[in-house]
Nanobody, 126 residues
Framework: QVQVAESGGGSVQAGGSLRLSCTAS????????MGWFRQAPGKERELVSC????????QYGDSVKDRFTISRDNAKNTMVLQMDSLGPMDTAMYYC???????????????????WGQGTQVTVSS
């Protein structure tokens, strides 16, 4: 069974930065395609970013392009989301997700992911 866990959420003022981390265990980490999704109250869960198993392929949601950066270190079983220039619209619960995928791509839809963390809250005040 794959276990996924996020860390690093918190509260920050607009214009600030936060760094989220995610670890996964139970399968070889480099067999896993990983993603970050977020969900604000009353809204659907949306893609923030995803990364292929090797890290060579990344995708971003339109609202976070050029502000957020996803990366992974397979030797440390860790994925990181660096979030810069945060604004109130980024306030949401952020979830780390994983799926076993040996292809060189990552998935933009949350329905493609089998394993989810409990989420970490990010709150940005104006």
């Amino acid at each position: 069974q794959v276990q996924v866990a996020e860390s690093g959420g918190g509260s920050v003022q607009a214009g600030g930065s936060l760094r989220l981390s995610c670890t996964a265990s139970g399968l070889p980490f480099d067999d896993l395609t990983m993603g970050w999704f977020r969900q604000a109250p009353g809204k659907e869960r949306e893609l923030v970013s995803c990364i292929s198993r090797s890290g060579s392929n990344t995708q971003y949601g339109d609202s976070v392009k050029d502000r957020f950066t996803i990366s992974r270190d397979n030797a440390k079983n860790t994925m990181v989301l660096q979030m810069d220039s945060l604004g109130p619209m980024d306030t949401a619960m952020y979830y780390c997700a994983a799926v076993k995928n040996l292809g060189p791509w990552c998935y933009k839809s949350p329905f493609e992911y089998d394993y989810w963390g409990q989420g970490t809250q990010v709150t940005v005040s104006s």
